[in-house]
């Protein structure tokens, strides 16, 4: 049996080879629109540079990504909102990434919240997207093209979690 067809196709989607450097082509479906714009809250300014450097390799879509190193600052900027979507490190020096995704749903933060896990930390999955994080992702086991897609869906199912947040209140 086979499907009827849609009038409304779904784009075409590739995967890369599972190599690193693997360059991403047009058909790796982009972060949706441009001038993206993610908040990333890492404390080690290396991950940073790397998450950023993965955030960044896309064809056809601009992404500006911008860096906090502190749970602090992280809660503040999400009270202020202005993002697509926020990229919290699970462990931010003594703060702990749940506490920041707790805060910043509390504060009505809107778009959706990633956690980033270091490995070994996978197994913290279940409670992350309990409290509502939109993804947990584990460093390590994430490449480039994994890290674009869930930003690019979790931005694009952001107004359905919001609305089913609103009537749950």
Same mark, same amino acid.
């Given at each position: 049996?086979?499907?009827?067809? $849609? $009038?409304?196709?779904?784009?075409?989607?590739?995967?890369?080879?599972?190599?690193?450097?693997?360059?991403?082509?047009?058909?790796?479906?982009?972060?949706?629109?441009?001038?993206?714009?993610?908040?990333?809250a890492?404390?080690?300014?290396?991950?940073?540079?790397?998450?950023m450097?993965?955030?960044?390799?896309?064809?056809?879509?601009?992404?500006?990504?911008?860096?906090?190193?502190?749970?602090e600052?992280?809660?503040?900027?999400?009270?202020?909102?202005?993002?697509d979507?926020?990229?919290?490190?699970?462990?931010?020096?003594?703060? $702990?990434?749940f506490?920041?995704?707790?805060?910043?749903?509390?504060?009505?933060?809107?778009?959706?919240?990633?956690?980033?896990?270091?490995?070994?930390?996978g197994?913290?999955?279940?409670?992350?997207?309990?409290?509502?994080?939109?993804?947990?992702?584990?460093?390590?086991?994430?490449?480039?093209?994994?890290l674009?897609?869930?930003?690019?869906?979790?931005?694009?199912?952001?107004?359905?979690?919001?609305?089913?947040?609103?009537s749950?209140?």
């Amino acid at each position: 049996h086979s499907a009827p067809a $849609s $009038s409304h196709p779904l784009p075409p989607m590739s995967t890369p080879g599972l190599g690193a450097s693997a360059p991403l082509t047009r058909a790796a479906t982009p972060i949706p629109g441009n001038g993206a714009r993610v908040l990333l809250a890492e404390d080690n300014e290396t991950e940073a540079a790397q998450t950023m450097s993965m955030l960044s390799d896309v064809e056809d879509a601009a992404v500006d990504v911008d860096w906090v190193a502190t749970a602090e600052d992280a809660v503040s900027r999400m009270a202020k909102g202005g993002y697509d979507a926020y990229l919290v490190d699970v462990t931010l020096g003594r703060a $702990s990434g749940f506490d920041v995704l707790r805060a910043g749903l509390e504060q009505g933060c809107a778009a959706p919240i990633l956690l980033l896990a270091e490995y070994g930390e996978g197994h913290r999955d279940r409670e992350a997207l309990r409290l509502g994080a939109a993804d947990f992702l584990v460093k390590g086991e994430t490449t480039a093209p994994h890290l674009q897609r869930a930003v690019r869906h979790a931005i694009e199912r952001g107004p359905v979690a919001q609305a089913l947040r609103d009537s749950q209140r």
